[in-house]
């Protein structure tokens, strides 16, 4: 019984308009919540898979915006 109502909910918050603004919460909570469901500790384990995809994806973001801001080291050496 609770199968359906976890399905419902998982693609329910993965259609929601929120989800833009939850990068990697959403992905980060399925796995941990399945890997938690495993081990008996499901909602603990999508809290915590949560947390970590939506640090991952800051991170990405930030290298992304790091890589595009660096100067060229190319120089050109013309007389």
């Known amino acids: ?3 359906p109502i976890l399905a419902a909910a998982i693609v ?3 259609l929601a308009p929120a989800a ?3 990068k990697g919460c959403i992905k980060g909570a ?3 919540g399945l890997a938690g469901h495993l081990a ?3 909602k603990v384990g999508a809290v915590a ?3 970590i995809g939506h640090h ?3 991170k990405r973001d930030a290298e992304k915006s ?3 801001t660096q100067p060229s080291t190319r120089q050109d050496n013309r007389i």
Do not use: F, R, S
């Open 1 to 3: 019984m609770k199968t």
């Open 12 to 14: 329910g918050l993965a």
């Open 20 to 22: 833009t603004e939850a």
């Open 30 to 32: 399925i796995v941990g």
């Open 40 to 42: 008996g500790h499901g």
């Open 49 to 51: 898979g949560c947390i």
């Open 56 to 58: 991952e994806a800051n």
């Open 66 to 68: 790091d890589q595009k």
